[in-house]
């Protein structure tokens, strides 16, 4: 039997893939992000980040995985927290780093939900199904 496209890559080629995305979201300025040093006030990162991990927890820490292909233990899943109120979004890239915008912080009325949509996002991260979409928006060998 023939592996899927996505099985060919592993936690740690997703990891990588992640911090190429990254760095290029990043860099290429797309989003503007709210500060997270002071003097800017860092509550709201600490309380996403906080609700984050522990939302994620199980999925980091991927005992259910074969020990060759597990996501790095000392790797932090970071939050970036977009500051545009007009913009409602949330989603992970590869390896786990989360975005999440100002406005869709915004309509949450009650923890429980942030915390869903945290989990939601780290599920579909961690289930290939960002990656899959991927693979069939670039096509795989983009993406190697």
């Known amino acids: 039997m023939q592996s899927s496209p996505n099985e060919e890559f592993t936690k740690a080629n997703r990891e ?26 860092t509550s709201v ?3 996403v980040q906080t609700l984050y991990n522990q939302a994620t927890l199980s999925l980091r820490l991927d005992n259910q995985s074969p020990s060759s292909n597990r996501w790095n233990q000392t790797r932090n899943w970071e ?8 913009l409602k979004i ?6 786990g780093y989360l975005f999440i915008s100002t406005g869709l912080l915004k309509l949450f009325k009650e923890d429980f939900e942030l915390y869903y949509v945290l989990s939601f996002e780290g ?18 060998n983009r993406l190697k």
Not at 79 to 86: F, R, S, T, W
Not at 90 to 95: D, L, N, Q, S, V
Not at 123 to 140: A, G, H, K, P, V
């Open 123 to 140: 599920i579909l991260m961690n289930d290939r199904y960002l990656l899959t979409r991927m693979i069939e928006e670039y096509n795989l």
């Open 45 to 47: 990162y600490w309380y």
């Open 16 to 41: 990588e893939l992640g911090e190429i995305i990254y760095s290029t979201i990043l860099q290429t300025n797309q989003f503007q992000l709210l500060p997270n040093l002071p003097p800017y006030d």
């Open 79 to 86: 939050v970036n927290i977009i500051q545009d109120d007009n």
């Open 90 to 95: 949330a989603f992970t890239i590869p390896g």
